[in-house]
């Protein structure tokens, strides 16, 4: 069954590093998502693309942030100076529908920040 | 704003009986509603879904949930747990529309299962 896929499964970086989180979405799928869950708390919607241009962000979604679809295959988030508070666990998603509902997570990329 | 509640933050159950967790939301129009659920390491897995039409949606692994309109409410039900069930349960609402498919999730519910 295909699935979607996310590399590393754990980063640790220093505060102020550059880091780059990789996805590999389901393959004839159309729209893709970043979501992440700090420790403790909810599952936060960061960011939706579709047709090689950002649908929607939320106000999590700063400057900092950024993503790409550098290929066919692949979709990354950046964040370019990281802080502390970005610790946590970011799931990459992606959904074929016309909709973008019923979406399919990865693995999820642990990422400590120190 | 879309919205989700997960009352129970921690359910124990004994394998073998019955299950109910519980799923508010808040939305302005016909939500589009999702359970997800998520085992120690992995991703979330879609359990059942919600779009329009019949309000008893049967999912994957004997999972089914319940629409109640007037009372806000998408309920997650199993008549039998088994040990393998024990998991984080998420509820989650998503906007259709320009809203490019956003899910909010609730807090999530983790449930135990006793021998």
């Known amino acids: 069954e295909p699935e979607v896929t996310q590399t590393p499964s754990h980063q640790v970086t220093q505060m102020g590093q550059e880091v780059i989180l990789r996805c590999v979405p389901i393959s004839n799928h159309l729209y893709f998502y970043w979501y992440r869950q700090i420790l403790g708390q909810k599952v936060e919607f960061l960011v939706s693309f579709y047709n090689n241009e950002i649908s929607e962000k939320s106000e999590i979604f700063d400057d900092q942030f950024s993503v790409e679809r550098p290929d066919g295959s692949n979709f990354t988030l950046k964040i370019r100076s990281t802080k502390l508070e970005d610790s946590a666990m970011y799931f990459c998603a992606s959904s074929l529908g016309t909709t973008g509902l019923e979406q399919y997570f990865g693995p999820g990329t642990r990422l400590t920040v120190t | 704003a879309q919205s989700v509640t997960q009352p129970d933050i921690h359910i124990t159950v004994s394998e073998g009986a019955s299950l109910e967790l519980r799923c508010n939301y808040s939305?302005?129009?016909?939500?589009?509603l999702f359970w997800y659920v998520q085992s120690p390491g992995q991703g979330l897995q879609l359990l059942l879904k919600y779009f329009s039409g019949d309000t008893l949606v049967q999912g994957i692994k004997g999972f089914e949930a319940e629409f109640k309109r007037s009372q806000s409410s998408f309920n997650l039900r199993k008549p039998s747990v088994h040990w393998s069930d024990a998991a984080e349960y998420f509820c989650?609402?998503?906007?259709?529309?320009?809203?490019?498919?956003?899910?909010?999730f609730g807090q999530g519910t983790i449930l135990t299962v006793h021998p």
């Open positions: 939305y302005g129009a016909t939500p589009y």
């Open positions: 989650a609402v998503g906007a259709g529309g320009t809203s490019y498919g956003k899910l909010t």
